[in-house]
């Protein structure tokens, strides 16, 4: 499958597995939080889910009060990161991503840990997003950081196609 049929492949599957979205969520976020490579960092990257994704927004609730947390900003082709204290700060932006309204944060070396969305991602951690390449321009800057893929499990598959632009996780948590 190419890129674009994955996109396609993996949408349907999300519209056939809505009804465990929640429960599934709580699982991953629950390996997320219990993951070595999360408990050592300080500075962490995270993502405020869309409907469709892994449900971070409690995560996010519980663990700005313990770590130093950003959001992604999408400003044009760019995500810029602001730092999260809390929820009143979150404003719908580009796509209906809630976003920080916190400090701008350029100190990319300082983040530990970055955990990445994705529409499908494989055992070698190639990653597939929605196609307009944010965390690829974006992962380069965070050159000490550890590069998690977070997903439900039918979104790891055998193969995703990839291309010299496309950034490999590190690791993927899912169930
Ligand atoms: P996604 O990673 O969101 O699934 P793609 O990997 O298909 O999206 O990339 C989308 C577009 O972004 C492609 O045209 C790709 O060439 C471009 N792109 C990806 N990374 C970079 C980069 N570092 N610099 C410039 N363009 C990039
Ligand atoms: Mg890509």
């Not at 809390?86 to 983040?111: C, R």
């Not at 992962?139 to 439900?152: E, H, Q, S, V």
């Amino acid at each position: 499958m190419n890129k674009t049929e994955l996109r396609k492949h993996i949408k349907l599957l999300k519209s056939q597995h809505q009804a465990t979205t929640t429960a599934d969520s709580g699982i991953i976020m629950q390996l997320l939080a219990d993951d070595a490579h999360f408990l050592a960092a300080k500075t962490v990257l995270l993502y405020h889910s869309l409907s469709d994704e892994v449900n971070t927004h409690q995560f996010i609730e519980e663990w700005c009060l313990k770590k130093q947390l950003l959001l992604p900003v999408v400003v044009g082709e760019e995500l810029e990161l602001r730092l999260f204290q809390n929820m009143n700060e979150l404003k719908i932006g580009s796509f209906g991503i809630a976003e920080p309204t916190g400090p701008l944060f350029t100190d990319y070396a300082k983040i530990d840990f970055v955990a990445v969305p994705g529409m499908a991602f494989d055992r070698n951690g190639h990653r597939l997003g929605r196609g307009k390449g944010y965390y690829d321009r974006l992962l380069p800057k965070l050159t000490n950081a550890y590069k998690a893929g977070i997903c439900f499990p039918y979104q790891v598959v055998d193969e995703v196609p990839v291309e010299p632009t496309d950034i490999t996780m590190d690791g993927i948590i899912t169930i």
